[in-house]
């Protein structure tokens, strides 16, 4: 090889290097990671708590499902109402959970694909029992709710219209609390939340025997992410839903409850 040659591959090969050296400093490093996406969300164990693993059944199904699309969750806790205004308003967070979907938030919201099934109950004492076939039958009694919960379109529109007696506490607990001392003849509480509370919340084992529950006025429905009702909302709603069409939601929920030992037995039915 002639020594002009050996040149000229030399510097075609120094101008390579310099070329990629110079690439690889204006592009952005691959080694670092996305800034953690921030949602708001209200302690509402067993589906989105930091006492349980993965912060709960709808949470860790939110990391796994953000971590295939290439993102990373942080949640952080307020009270409901603050929860909804954070996630809303807050330009350092992209929404918030776990949350029912209903005609209003569908202005507010674009809502990702189910991360978890719930049912909500009316939960009442043993030994002053509610009988109701239909919520028509739930007219004049005082029946406590959570401020800004949704329970469903029906309940809802009823309560509204006058036809229910809905009185809004601060939460699920307060409400059991209430009907315990006789404050409230029934709650409306979500079947899972209300065994968790009764399981390894503060109640005594007499006050958890005192429960029983009703279902059948309320059907399943299901939760979601509430991702902001923008442009960027919009983007990650839909990396969300096509990340989570990796995912059996059905059976990561069984195993979830199988092994937190499911609380489901504690409580009796009516």
């Known amino acids: 090889m002639t020594t002009g040659l050996r040149l000229r591959l030399s510097s075609g ?31 509402w164990a067993p589906f989105v708590t930091n006492s349980l693993p993965g912060q709960g059944l709808s949470a860790s199904f939110v990391d796994a499902v953000l971590a295939r699309a290439g993102y990373t969750a942080r949640i952080d806790y307020f009270p409901w109402k603050r929860t909804v205004e954070i996630g809303l308003h807050h ?43 239909s919520l028509a039958d739930l007219q004049g009694m005082r029946i406590g709710t959570v401020a800004g919960y949704s329970n469903g379109e029906q309940f809802d529109g009823m309560a509204r219209a006058g036809k229910l007696r809905a009185e809004e506490g601060v939460n699920d607990e307060t409400n059991l609390r209430k009907l315990l001392t006789g404050r409230y003849p029934a709650i409306v509480i979500e079947k899972r ?72 037995a504690l409580l009796p039915m009516p």
């Not at 120094?14 to 969300?41: D, G, T």
């Not at 202005?107 to 719930?118: R, Y």
């Not at 299901?222 to 059905?250: I, P, W």
């Open 193 to 264: 939340v209300l065994r968790h509370l009764l399981a390894r919340g503060p109640f005594s084992r007499t006050e958890r025997e005192r429960i029983v529950f009703s279902e059948q006025l309320f059907k399943e429905r299901s939760v979601h992410v509430c991702f902001k009702r923008n442009e960027e909302g919009l983007k990650l709603q839909r990396a969300f839903n096509e990340a989570a069409r990796e995912f059996d939601l059905g059976n990561v929920e069984r195993e979830y409850w199988r092994r937190m030992g499911d609380e489901v």
């Open 91 to 133: 330009p350092g967070y992209a929404g918030f959970l776990a949350v029912w979907r209903t005609p209003e938030r569908e202005k507010l919201c674009h809502f990702s694909s189910s991360i978890g099934s719930t049912r909500n109950v009316l939960a009442y004492l043993k030994d002053a029992p509610v009988q109701a076939a």
């Open 13 to 43: 090969l120094l101008s390579a290097a310099v070329l990629a050296s110079s690439l690889a400093f204006c592009l952005p490093s691959s080694a670092a990671p996305p800034a953690p996406l921030r949602f708001a969300a209200e302690d």
